[in-house]
């Protein structure tokens, strides 16, 4: 064999191999996965009693309310009805954020941090009955430890009746580490103090979970890159947002020429893809920043999302939210 095949050879094996590197994922309650062949398996509907109300997306109210995770139902309770099932870290990482108080719609909750995946991302475990309380932030956990235990403290409008307890489990990015900053400047804040700092769920955006549970091992980077862009904006800056330091994988172009950027954003808020924007580009706004694109065939669903406007060419309230907290430490 030439020494040209052989190398060949080799870095097919290399490129086959990449799976293997790939983020161990295990279900992140004690349910056995392998017992899972059906969404019903899985999921707990909202009173409407509709499987589909507890996946991602806008599936609440007839499609006009988001929810940015899953419902994972309970597979044992005690004898008051109340969940035994556990929470469990779902990959690799670290405590980043433990609330024990019923002070939200999540009730007590906790964030876990995954520094090493293809992209580092959160995941965020809510209404939990009680949390480990062993557990420290920074602390490393390994895939699979109990972070708390299933239940359904909420100080959400409506409570969740003990008969829908269940896990709420999001996965996703951080928008901006400026966002205590950007909530402290908003006029309707002024009576509400921020409880959760930049783990309150407006700077947490989340992706659908399915993307990166549905197997047990997942390239977090390809799995959010498979989210198709809805619409574009373009933005002129004076400083990288941090968005940007913390996700390098998601930008492309001369960083340190940036006089903006051009940015993808998925349907429900995500922002997927950053480009840098030279001084002279003609996408680059005069000023602030401006919406571009819009895919047409997910018009409607971005108006419900409210990121476009009701007219559906405007900026929607949820998309002015999301630019203006990811260019908080940027002006
Ligand atoms: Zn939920």
Known sequence: ???????????????????LDATDVVWPTTMDRAAIHAPQDYLQPTVSGKTESGSFGMV?????????????????????????????????????????????????????????????????????????????????????????????TSAGVSPITKDRSHLHFEVGLMLSTGYKLWYAAQAENKQSANLHEL??????????????LARPKVDLLAALRSQPTALTVAMRTNRTPDFVQRYP????????????WYVEFAWHGMPLRWTALDAHSPQLPSGGWRLMEVDQEKRAQLIQRKMLGADGRSAGELLRQNVEILLSTAR
């Open 1 to 19: 064999m030439s020494l040209r095949s052989s190398l060949c050879l080799l870095s097919y094996a290399l490129l086959t191999a990449l799976p």
């Open 60 to 152: 609440r109210e007839d499609g006009r309310r988001f929810h940015e995770g899953i419902d994972i139902r309970p597979t044992s309770v005690n004898a008051d009805g109340e969940p035994l099932d556990l929470a469990l870290a779902a990959m690799d990482g670290q405590v980043a954020y433990l609330n024990p108080n019923i002070n939200g719609p999540y009730g007590k909750y906790v964030v876990l941090f995954h520094g090493s995946a293809e992209i580092p991302v959160y995941t965020l475990y809510a209404h939990l009955a009680k949390i480990e309380p062993s557990l420290r932030v920074a602390q490393p956990l390994r895939r699979g430890t109990p972070i708390g235990l299933m239940g359904h």
């Open 199 to 212: 783990y309150n769920g407006q700077n947490l955006v989340g992706m659908d979970p399915m993307l990166v």
């Open 249 to 260: 994988a998601l930008a492309r172009g001369d960083v340190t020429r940036a006089a903006g």
